[in-house]
């Protein structure tokens, strides 16, 4: 397949790439940033009414004035869906990077959910595939946008022009 993967994730949405050399590079400039495949994770798109039914927080008040605080482990539900979705994220890396030919996997994402992605990595990457980390949100860049972003930053190669031109 290719040398390079590349996966952009955040809560919602995980997007798969690889960096494919041009077909005819006489005719097309290349190589290509190629997205193969998404996933999106319902469970956050659906936060807010969807998922808690109270969207009350922080204080109860009885009748007399006097409340107390409570938690509705909101955070904790947060989270668990993340490290959740971190994990079948790993899992279709895997099946991107084994026995494809994948030397460099390009994980780009921000802080918090690569956080969530780190421990699923293990045994997820092949034995000598080098994971390069890029930690910031690039999720809503275009195809050509995050090629051009990620090439100038030095993790995938750029793209030439066509030869003779």
């Given amino acids: 397949m290719s040398e390079y993967c590349v996966v952009v ?3 919602s949405r995980a997007r798969f790439f690889t960096v494919e050399q041009a077909e005819i590079p006489e005719l097309e400039s290349g190589p290509n940033l ?15 009414n969807a ?6 927080s922080g ?13 509705d482990h909101r955070n904790q539900h947060d989270a668990e869906m993340e490290r959740r979705f971190a994990r079948e994220i790993a899992r279709k890396l895997d099946e991107m990077t ?7 996997v390009v994980l780009c994402a921000e802080k918090q ?8 990595l293990n045994g997820a990457i092949p034995h000598g595939v080098a994971v390069h980390e890029v930690p910031k949100d690039l999720a809503k860049l275009s195809v050509r946008q ?7 930053d030095g993790y995938i190669p750029r793209r030439k022009a066509r030869n003779g031109h």
């Fill in 9 to 11: 994730a955040e809560g």
């Fill in 34 to 48: 190629v997205e193969h495949s998404s996933m999106a994770n319902p469970e956050h798109q659906a936060r807010g």
């Fill in 51 to 56: 998922i808690y039914a109270d969207l009350r």
């Fill in 59 to 71: 204080r109860n008040r009885s009748a007399y004035g006097s409340g107390h605080g409570y938690d």
């Fill in 98 to 104: 084994r026995g494809n030919g994948t030397q460099r």
């Fill in 113 to 120: 959910m690569l956080g969530y992605l780190r421990p699923n």
């Fill in 146 to 152: 995050l090629h051009e972003r990620l090439a100038k």
